[in-house]
């Protein structure tokens, strides 16, 4: 069943007939007489084994000169989008695939050729997580048996290869319809010779193809001390007892195509089909046609139509005395753009969500970018007034960006199971998973860990522990030890404290997103692999938000808020004491005596305003409108703290300091916080209209400023703001000061459209 090899016996090229796509650029590189195509690199998504991240591994690559990698971990494809992204970024192709570890067999990287072969490998994976325990996928070896002609199978010899090796290759030969070579790895470890020759004679026995793999655990030898690490973590062990488990040299790094291609200079066919393998797989991440669901809208509607329909339904409800002029035009500019981008099912979605949980009597609320849209007011989605705000669209969608929308939703915490349950029942679990999150080492789970692996006595671990460990490892400095009585200069604390370092971010394990919902037209598992959750009626995909926006596939946040369960009672409490029914909709809006409360600092309970520093702040501010309430939430946060922004705002606002604009164009981006940036739409907007930034480029700074996934790197944008602002007339020092402004949103600061939704 399976393809082999001709004749040409177990050290013989693939033929060129077998193997679609041999000879073209991606091939066997045999024009430079180099290996164009390094196979079987690990990633640290094979969690405790992996020692690098998987853009480490794609750009040392490229950065090598090799043409392809095949990034492939075990049981998973849960780094595969991120292999994919640098590659992209890096010009090298990635060959996509997932190393199959069956209970009863040698490993088996699977590489899909096409579409078909994709969907029936994340199908196989999907069922060996369904079929084992959490994070503990069980597979064996017949299950190949279920993979398509559309994929290769490299299967990876053991260290020591034996008989029942060649059964095996014969076995899975025969078992499947892909086409099987039979793998070979050099470990540096003085047998390389005599294992080559007999898996040579085991390939050549079963008619297939010996093919090179570089088996690379890691980018770069440097992190060999880590690979080290990371199994003595996985097996419980300590350093100095490990044994045959540590690395017997450092050679499991990414090597460059010339010294691959020198040491398998007796063996140059088998680099050659390595080449072939890679040139057959056509697949890329790209390939993957995500369609959204096509919601059903009644009297023959199509989605777009019924978006129209709903929205400005929902207008009139919301203006009953006519809908303004200025979100008039909010509407048909949003609507134009959804028509355009082909969006319009994926408010619907929302919008049926939102109104099946006010349909049973469950409060939600939209939040995030979703605040600037108009559209998402009047379905009923946001509750942020479009007429009362100057919602910026492009912080949401953006024709430029390229990126699907993101809308958050919160509901109650205590019935959101509700709405979870109705989106399973109906879309099917077959069509609708939670998100993934990416659990990562932090610095003092790291220290922990490490800490063990080295026998670090309780107290030296509780010393170490104690000091300033920076969020992503950078760890006290000398003095600091010091003083606790502890010797830097000690290589094993020298090593933990480097090593702590190196696994900084690491991903530990996937947990699920708090809420986010990956919903398809087709088949989930045809996507991406699914598993049971730990909370019983939850399936979760493997990828996580980035790698969803990183694909361009839309996702539902269905996230829980306790305040709203506080809110619902506390609307059960009037009702019983005092006959008043409200909603949401209908609580007063400026009531004065709420507002002599909040001005008083009397805020305890109070979302968004019950910490210190938040009471703080109250009686400074004296909020007396809802904007000054927006201003209230976003003020007391790292980012305006540090950009030197609440000061001179408090002072503008006590008429201590006079309100002065630098120029008319900025005037229209400050007035309404008095001339001091505030929020992350103000910082991008001064980008635009004061240094000439592009629409696309404001958005790389908005990434940079971004709070929920890192912590922003906005330096890099430095030169030209400067530039751009003195090219137009301002002042250097200005420019300086405005920059240093933006710099402290990379530490933590708000968009406006949080800061309304939360207010």
């Known amino acids: 069943m399976g393809g082999t090899a001709s004749d040409t ?24 007489g180099q290996p164009s195509a390094l ?72 590489h899909p050729v096409d579409r078909a072969g994709y969907e029936a490998l994340s199908v196989l994976l999907s069922e060996a997580n369904m079929r084992g325990s959490k994070a503990a996928p069980v597979l064996y070896l017949a299950d190949l048996a279920r993979l398509t ?73 440097t992190r060999r001390p880590l690979a080290d690490v990371l199994a003595c973590i996985r097996e419980g062990q300590r350093l100095d007892s490990a044994g045959a488990l540590l690395s017997r040299n450092a050679e499991r790094q990414v090597l460059a195509p010339d010294e691959m291609a020198r040491r398998w200079r007796h063996w140059p066919d088998a680099l ?88 049973r009597g469950i409060l939600c609320q939209g939040r995030g970018s979703a605040a600037n849209s108009a559209v998402c007011y009047c379905l009923g989605i946001t ?33 959101r199971e509700e709405v979870i349950q109705h989106i399973y029942a109906k879309y099917g679990r077959t069509r609708a998973g939670l998100t ?70 690491f991903p530990r394990h996937l947990s699920q997103h708090v809420g986010g919902f990956v919903i398809t037209r087709g088949r989930l598992d045809h996507l991406c692999p699914i598993s049971p959750a730990a909370m019983e009626g939850r399936t979760v995909i493997e990828w996580d938000k980035d790698d969803l926006d990183a694909l361009g596939l839309l996702k539902v946040d269905v996230l829980a808020l306790g305040m709203l369960s506080c809110i619902r009672r506390a609307f059960g409490l009037l009702v019983q004491h005092y006959k008043r029914p409200l909603t949401l909709a209908s609580v007063p809006p400026e009531d004065t005596a709420t507002y002599d409360m909040l001005c008083a600092g009397k805020s305890v309970g109070v979302f968004q305003v019950e910490s210190r520093a938040q009471m703080a702040m109250l009686p400074r501010l004296q909020p007396r409108c809802f904007h000054d309430l927006v201003v209230q939430v976003a003020i007391v946060r790292p980012g305006p703290i540090q950009g030197d922004m609440v000061h001179p705002y408090l002072r503008r606002r006590a008429g201590l300091e006079k309100v002065s604009y630098p120029s008319d164009a900025l005037r229209n981006v400050l007035d309404r916080t008095l001339g001091v940036p505030l929020f992350q739409e103000q910082a991008m ?46 002042d250097a020092d200005f420019a300086e000061r405005c920059f240093r402004q933006i710099e402290g949103f990379g530490t933590y600061g708000f968009p406006e459209s949080h800061a309304a939704s939360f207010a």
């Open 685 to 730: 907007q001064i980008a635009i209209v004061g240094a000439g930034f592009t629409g696309s480029e404001a958005d790389q700074l908005r990434r940079a400023m971004a709070t929920f996934k890192k912590h922003g790197d906005v330096s890099k944008f430095h030169d030209k703001m400067i530039r751009g602002m003195v090219a137009r007339g301002y």
């Open 39 to 110: 196979l079987g690199c690990y990633s640290n998504f094979t969690f405790l084994a992996g020692a690098s991240h998987p853009a480490e591994m794609v750009e040392t690559a490229a950065a090598l000169g090799w043409q392809a990698i095949g990034v492939a971990d075990v049981n998973s494809l849960a780094g595969i989008v991120r292999a994919h992204s640098a590659a992209r970024d890096a010009g090298i192709r990635l060959v996509v695939g997932s190393r199959l570890r069956p209970v009863d067999g040698p490993d088996v990287i699977a």
């Open 149 to 221: 002609a559309g994929t290769m199978l490299l299967v990876m010899p053991p260290r020591h290869p034996d008989a029942a090796h060649a059964t095996q290759l014969g076995r899975i030969r025969d078992m499947t319809a892909a086409r099987v070579f039979a793998g070979a790895v050099l470990y540096r470890d003085g047998g390389d010779e005599a294992r080559l020759a007999m898996l040579a004679d085991m390939a050549k026995s079963q008619q297939l193809p010996l093919t090179a793999a570089g088996d690379a655990l890691y980018h770069s030898p």
């Open 272 to 359: 050659a089909n390595a080449d072939a393998l890679a040139a057959a797989c056509h697949f890329a991440m790209d390939d993957l046609s995500y369609e959204y669901p096509a919601e059903v809208a009644p009297g023959g509607r199509n989605a777009m139509d019924e978006l129209e329909y709903q929205t400005w339904n929902g207008a009139r409800e919301r203006y009953p005395d006519g809908i303004p002029e200025k979100v008039e035009s909010y509407l048909q500019r949003e609507l134009l753009l959804i028509a355009k981008l082909k969006f319009a099912p994926y408010f619907l979605t929302v919008f049926d969500i939102v109104r099946f949980a006010r349909s």
């Open 9 to 32: 016996g177990g050290q013989g090229r693939l033929p060129p007939a077998q193997t679609p796509g041999h000879g073209s650029d991606q091939g066997s590189g045999q024009g430079s």
């Open 383 to 415: 509750s942020v007034d479009p007429d009362r705000s100057q919602p910026l669209f492009e912080r949401f969608i953006s024709e430029a960006r390229g990126e699907p929308p993101d809308i958050d939703v919160d509901f109650e915490h205590e019935r």
């Open 436 to 505: 993934a999150a990416v659990i990562t080492y932090r610095s003092r789970s790291a220290l922990r860990e490490v800490a063990k692996v080295f026998g670090l006595s309780s107290d030296v671990q509780a010393a170490l522990s104690g000091q300033t460990w920076g969020r992503e490892g950078g760890g006290p400095d000398d003095a600091a030890l010091r003083a606790v009585g502890i010797d830097p200069v000690d290589r094993r604390i020298a090593l933990v404290r480097r090593l702590v370092t190196d696994i900084s971010r």
